[in-house]
């Protein structure tokens, strides 16, 4: 989300994709997420996000 999969995984160590796409499908999650609940005009709370 936003920083190339290839420098990610130079920063984070991880020596395949498939390492990294634990975490980076995690983090889209959480986006999905919070654009739903900006979309519905409502407030997240932290155990939606759990």
């Known amino acids: ?3 190339d999969p290839t420098h990610a995984r130079k920063l984070t160590g991880h020596q395949s994709e498939k390492a990294l796409e ?3 499908l995690r983090g889209e999650q ?3 997420i ?3 609940y900006r979309a519905v ?3 997240m709370e932290k ?3 759990e």
Do not use: F, I, P
């Open 1 to 3: 989300m936003g920083v």
């Open 22 to 24: 634990r975490y980076t």
């Open 30 to 32: 959480e986006a999905a």
């Open 34 to 36: 919070a654009a739903y």
């Open 41 to 43: 005009g409502e407030e």
């Open 47 to 49: 155990q939606d996000l």
